[in-house]
C-alpha cells in the first residue's frame, strides 16, 4: 500500500523484508504496525502521513521499492535492479542492464590500476 502499487511481486517483497531484517532492524520493527494501519488508510501519502513514528520505516520502504535497495552507503543490500520500481517509467523504450558491476555506489571508487604499462 505504500507505494500504491497493487502489482508487486512477492518475492521482492520477501527478499526485503529479510534484509530489512538484518540490514535495517529499526525499520523492520515498524513493518506490523504499517501492514495493521493499511487496513484502515489505504491512499499512500495519507498511510505515510498516518504513520506517526513509523513515518521515517515507511519512507525507508517505499525507498526500497523504488530504488531495490535496502539501507545506505556501502551497507545497503541490493534486493533487485531490474524489477525496482524505479524502471517502470522507462520501461517501454529501455531496457535496464541485469547485472551490477560492483554493489551500490561502485562508480565512486578509484579506478584500478592498469596491469599493462604505459606506452
Do not use: C, N
Request: proline share 9%.
Amino acid at each position: 500500500m505504500l507505494t500504491g502499487k497493487t502489482d508487486l511481486e512477492p518475492l521482492m517483497a520477501a527478499r526485503m523484508a529479510e534484509a530489512f531484517k538484518t540490514a535495517d532492524p529499526s525499520t523492520y520493527a515498524h513493518v506490523a504496525e504499517l501492514s495493521q494501519l493499511a487496513t484502515h488508510v489505504t491512499e499512500p501519502s495519507a498511510l505515510v502521513e498516518a504513520a506517526g513514528p513509523a513515518k521515517a520505516a515507511a519512507l525507508a520502504i517505499i525507498a526500497a521499492w523504488y530504488t531495490g535497495t535496502v539501507g545506505k552507503g556501502s551497507q545497503a543490500v541490493t534486493v533487485a535492479y531490474r524489477d525496482a520500481l524505479m524502471q517502470r517509467p522507462v520501461a517501454d523504450a529501455l531496457s535496464p542492464p541485469t547485472y551490477a558491476l560492483g554493489g551500490p555506489a561502485w562508480w565512486v571508487a578509484p579506478t584500478p590500476e592498469l596491469d599493462s604499462p604505459r606506452i
